[in-house]
């Protein structure tokens, strides 16, 4: 009885040998860069990097306890911006009003980084209001937990033609 349960396990070993061999025969004729995953491979489906910890120093904020303030005040700064603000010829030709929505970085010296514009108008009028903005002087910053602290800045600039 044990000689046909022998020749039944014989045959399977064969056949899996077989198997197994044309199997590493397929394997190394791929090429290298086809993304097969391997029995002994980790899957990782993507990077998560690492919690990077930023000094104070370096973090921007938006909400903060004393925000930036121009130097002088809120009016003070109106002023810069009615003494500087330029209609520019395109838009006035074309009879463009509106505001333009530009975002800053207040750094920890008061000055101003990373101008952009959220919302423009087109017609000169994003450019000119991002010469504005980094023509300003030092303002004074913001403070976050008794610290001074980057602060970002979001400020409206209205254009209206004449």
């Known amino acids: ?26 394997k190394s004729s791929l ?18 990097p690492s919690k990077i910890s930023r000094p104070e120093t370096e973090k921007v904020f938006g909400g903060v306890e004393q925000p930036p303030e121009f ?5 003070a700064m109106y002023k810069f911006i009615e003494a500087n603000l330029r209609l520019p010829s ?11 929505f530009t975002m800053f970085t207040i750094e920890i010296t008061g000055e101003i980084t990373n101008v952009s514009v959220i919302k423009g108008l087109g017609f000169g009028c994003d ?17 976050k937990l008794s610290q001074i602290a980057k602060v970002r800045y979001a400020l409206p600039i209205s254009f ?3």
């Open 1 to 26: 009885m044990n000689h046909p349960y022998f020749f039944l396990s014989f045959l399977l070993l064969t056949t899996c040998t077989l198997t197994s061999t044309q199997a590493q025969v397929r």
């Open 71 to 75: 130097p002088g005040g809120t009016k």
């Open 127 to 143: 450019e000119e209001a991002v010469r504005l903005v980094q023509l300003m002087p030092r303002w004074k910053p913001g403070r």
């Open 90 to 100: 395109e838009a006035q030709s074309a009879g463009i009003s509106g505001r333009v």
């Open 160 to 162: 209206t033609a004449k």
């Open 31 to 48: 090429p290298v860069d086809t993304g097969v995953l391997y029995a002994d491979q980790p899957i990782v489906l993507y990077d998560i």
